[in-house]
């Protein structure tokens, strides 16, 4: 029987590693038939989740099982891309009872939660909803493990992918509050003279113009690209071009609805309608108020649209209206609209994602580099999970040692506020806290 207990979880800081940041005592605090482990990982170029799981096996399945006794789960899964079948092979004879390998299609979004949780229990989440709705807790890979070492080892580490126009394409093993910059340093530095980071991946991740932003524990990867290149020229488009274009140039052809992951799992949302709100006030109606459920994937504006615009910024633009307007789709029962018959035939494979973004030209590997990244600085920020930031735990000029609290949550009405501690991650002392960040220095 683990011994590894909720709040174990809790005071080690883990939050979910693949981006989200919600803190994961939280998911393992209610019950559930499964626990899903997502190392889909299907954001294009990005290698960390079956690097992760290949050289530390035995301690993510670890994990898996805590999860499973925690949740009360009689069933634990890994749902991987069946193309990466030598982990599959090395993870099949170390599963536990009640473990099982859920192999996936090498197609984009996979690693979407709701589409993994149909893809591998046929089960539809409702629109707004969480997987515990349908009686599952999923989870990211490198959480998985952070759970595993969670009554030892705060979360002090990361695992990040550094990948495009760099010379050498890596996952590395950094301390957490390092600089992009410096991921990249360690991945041979940029080819290019006019280096833009795109942080978490290309389709749903941010352009970071400052390369000394920090590293923190829900950064998945980097991926530098240079200036004319369509994903950096896509983000960098503002409203107003993105807004005239799309009232000119739409012609309602629907295929970014056709091809839209959650309007196929029945959920409310057409992007086709949701372009006609540039040429109309319709946001009152009810498909243009179903955007509210767009979970901002990107497939219909990177992907789908033939005269490549951008629907995805258009529900993006629709859900602050409807948030400021507090507006909301009035959820009628919902239907799901049997995904099975369209799932599997509207699939974006990932090889032809990778030539539509012009990705091809780069180098599809991040083989792992076990040993951590060395670093005379960091600066661990005291928000680094869904939820109230943290108070910081010490003072400029003191000394702290690797692992120990630095940022602690607010107690309210007797209780931790939702969030997560956060944790040096290395000796030094706090030279300042300043910008909701403890910057430790090396002596
Ligand atoms: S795919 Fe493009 S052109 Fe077609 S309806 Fe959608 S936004 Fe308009
Ligand atoms: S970004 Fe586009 S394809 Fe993705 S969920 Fe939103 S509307 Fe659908």
């Known amino acids: 029987m683990s011994k590894i207990t909720v709040e174990d979880i809790a005071q080690a800081g883990i939050v979910g590693a693949g981006g989200a940041g919600f803190p994961t005592h939280v ?39 805590v999860g499973m006794e925690l949740a009360g789960a009689e069933r634990g899964i890994v749902g991987i891309k069946e193309k990466y079948q030598d982990v599959i092979d090395l993870l099949r004879p170390r599963l536990a009872r009640g473990m099982e390998i859920a192999p996936l299609a090498d197609a984009y979004p996979a690693g979407d939660e709701f589409i993994l949780v149909y893809e591998v229990l046929h089960r539809v989440i409702p629109p707004g909803g969480i997987p515990l709705d349908v009686g599952a807790v999923v989870t990211n890979v490198e959480t998985a493990l952070n759970i595993s070492r969670a009554d030892r080892q705060p979360v002090t580490e990361k695992f990040v992918s550094v990948a495009g126009a760099v010379a050498q394409p890596v996952t590395l093993r950094v301390p957490v509050g390092i600089t992009l910059a410096e991921c990249v340093a360690a991945a041979g530095g940029p080819t290019i003279a006019d280096p833009n980071y795109v942080v978490g991946g290309v389709m749903m991740g941010y352009l970071e113009d400052n390369h000394d932003a920090l590293v923190d524990k829900r950064t998945g990867g980097v ?74 994937c990107n497939l219909c504006s990177l992907y789908s649209c033939p005269e490549d615009l951008d629907p995805k910024s258009v529900c993006v633009q629709n859900k602050a209206r409807l948030a400021a307007e507090k507006k909301r789709w ?39 580099v076990e040993e951590l990244l060395d670093t005379p600085k960091v600066g661990i ?14 003072a400029a000029g003191d000394s702290v040692v690797k692992g120990q609290v630095v940022g602690r949550r607010p107690v309210a009405n007797g209780r931790p506020a939702l969030g997560a501690p956060v944790h040096a991650s290395i000796d030094g002392v ?6 909701n960040t403890v910057w430790i220095r090396k002596e």
């Open 27 to 65: 998911k393992f605090s209610a019950k559930a038939d499964t626990v899903l482990i997502n190392a889909a990982e299907c954001e294009p170029l990005l290698h960390k989740d079956k690097e992760v799981l290949r050289a530390h096996a035995d301690e993510v399945l670890a994990g898996l099982a």
């Open 223 to 296: 991926i530098v690209l240079p200036d004319d290149h369509v994903v950096v020229r896509r983000r960098r488009q503002d409203w107003q071009q993105i807004a005239r274009i799309g009232r000119s140039a739409c012609d309602q052809c629907s295929f970014c609805t056709e091809l839209c992951p959650r309007y196929l799992l029945g959920h409310p949302i057409e992007p086709h309608r949701a372009m006609r709100s540039l040429e109309f006030n319709l946001v009152g109606e009810a498909n243009v108020l179903g955007t509210a459920y767009c979970c901002e």
């Open 330 to 368: 009035e959820n009628p029962p919902f239907v799901p609209r049997r995904p099975e018959l369209h799932m599997a035939n509207r699939k974006a494979p990932m090889a032809r994602l990778l030539q539509k973004l012009g990705l091809r030209q780069f180098r599809n590997v991040g083989p792992l």
């Open 381 to 394: 920020a005291l928000t680094q999970h869904i939820g109230v930031p943290c108070e910081p735990a010490v």
């Open 430 to 435: 706090v030279s300042a806290i300043e910008d």
